[in-house]
């Protein structure tokens, strides 16, 4: 089960034509799946055509079945195989809680250490790790991997498991090399740090390993300024494992299409779209689907597709994927749509501005947007106050009224969260 890095894509294709066979068969064998999949040759998955007369298992099919109903007709391992359960990601929508026996977790292992691999991360690193710890899988799987691949690892958890303040103390103490958490956290930690006059640029984390999360550029750039480290992207699914990585190269991230056969698809016909063009990411297992007998499932992240990326290493025999991400969040204020992602990008490209919280809220008969706003130390207030302001009305065409906060009060309003809560629509 070591399932080691092929050597060329004519590796990576006998893997995909044996491996789609056995997926298929193990979607035979679950009650959810008669009479979607008789039609299908089994001989002939190689041809697109007869692979594409699978049906596109959407999220809302499996939610759609009772807790009871999922375990009979779709899980198909017996219960004294299963040796863990991992919950599903996403933020809306009933979470899943899927079986994976003991098999589904050496292979699934097989992606979380790959990418401290691809990464470029190793036996000399110290990490800190601050993912979640419990039934979300990326925390407990990305610990044990670095020990097997000989990395140090702090299980310190996240802020919800140990408070902010003592992370940051064990920053300074235990002085690890790489940070690993989802992108909010750290900053939410830098911007901690600043309010208590830590600087972080100085401590002794050079890398930083976040996954979970959209990556922007601007977040990207505003993590990088404030630990003075480089940022490296990760993807997965709970529906398989990890799945891609950086290799030093911003946004191309390398996927695993022997772990996973990919395809990328047009939202709206769910046909294959050009190379370069953005489509939805649509994956089938190779290895992962002992219990869960996942095909062609319909992630929901809009990615665009390469066969070529312009990092060489031992991975650059793997595609890449760059992530667009695309959200849905928004507010509507006056009737001007103001994404969240595109606000906060804006938000966090401001040099002085440390963090920020934007609320939509409805006073006297008007849609008003307000934005909480903590500062960098040196700067000065009223200056940054007005300009804000200007810059706002000038980019999102909606006046906002900005509140200025004191140092801190973000940080412990979002310390019991794991994603921060930086949109709050208090009009509901």
């Known amino acids: 089960m070591s399932l080691p890095l092929p050597q060329s894509r004519e590796d990576i294709e006998a893997v995909q034509r044996s491996r789609k066979r056995i997926a298929l068969e193990r979607a035979l064998a679950a009650p959810f799946y008669r009479g979607r999949l008789e039609h299908v040759d089994p001989v002939k998955l190689d041809d697109p055509l007869e692979w594409r007369k ?17 375990y009979r007709d779709f899980c198909r391992a017996p219960r004294d195989q299963i040796a863990e359960f991992w919950r599903s990601g996403g933020t809306t929508g009933k979470p899943l ?4 026996t003991a098999d589904d977790i050496r292979y699934a292992m097989v992606g979380f250490r790959r990418t401290f691999e691809c990464m470029g991360f190793g036996r000399e ?3 800190h790790l601050s993912f979640p710890l419990g039934i979300h899988p990326a925390g407990q799987m990305w610990a044990r991997a670095a020990e097997e691949v000989g990395i140090g690892v702090a299980w310190v958890g996240s802020g919800a498991a140990a408070p902010s303040l003592l992370q940051l103390e064990l920053i300074q103490m235990l002085r690890p090399t ?8 750290g900053l939410h930690l830098a911007n901690l740090a600043e309010s208590r006059g830590v600087d972080l640029a100085d401590a002794s984390v050079g890398k930083i390993c976040c996954t979970a999360e959209p990556l922007s550029e601007a977040k990207r750039e505003k993590l990088e300024r404030a630990w003075a480290a480089k940022v490296y992207d990760g993807f997965g699914m709970t529906e398989c494992t990890m799945m891609a990585a950086e290799a030093g190269v911003s946004g191309e991230l390398h996927i695993w299409t022997d772990l996973a056969f990919i395809e990328v698809l047009d939202p709206d016909t769910l046909e294959p779209v050009p190379e370069g063009r953005p489509g939805t990411l649509v994956m089938t297992p190779l290895f ?13 992240d809009i990615v665009v597709y390469r066969e070529e990326g312009r990092a060489d290493t031992p991975f650059s025999v793997f595609p890449v994927i760059e992530h667009t991400q695309r959200t849905a969040g928004f507010f509507v204020i006056r009737g001007i749509n103001i994404g969240h992602a595109e606000f906060e990008d804006f938000m966090f490209r ?5 963090d920020f919280k934007a609320e939509a809220d409805h006073r006297d008969g008007l849609d008003v947007l307000e934005v909480s706003i903590e500062l960098k130390r040196t700067a000065a207030p009223e200056s940054v106050v007005d300009q804000l302001a200007e810059n706002i009305k000038n980019t999102f065409e909606v006046r906002a009224k900005i509140v200025l906060l004191e140092a801190g009060t973000l940080a412990r309003e979002f310390e019991s ?3 921060a809560p930086r949109f709050v629509d208090r009009r509901a």
């Open 54 to 70: 699978i049906p596109i298992l959407e999220k809302s099919a499996l939610r759609a079945l009772s807790a009871e109903a999922f």
């Open 97 to 100: 809680f899927y079986p994976r």
């Open 125 to 127: 690193d110290v990490a």
């Open 178 to 185: 790489i940070w690993m958490g989802m992108n909010s956290y």
């Open 288 to 300: 992962t689907n002992h219990c869960t007998p996942f095909l062609r499932w319909n992630s929901g």
């Open 350 to 354: 401001h040099p002085l501005v440390n």
């Open 417 to 419: 969260s794991v994603k």
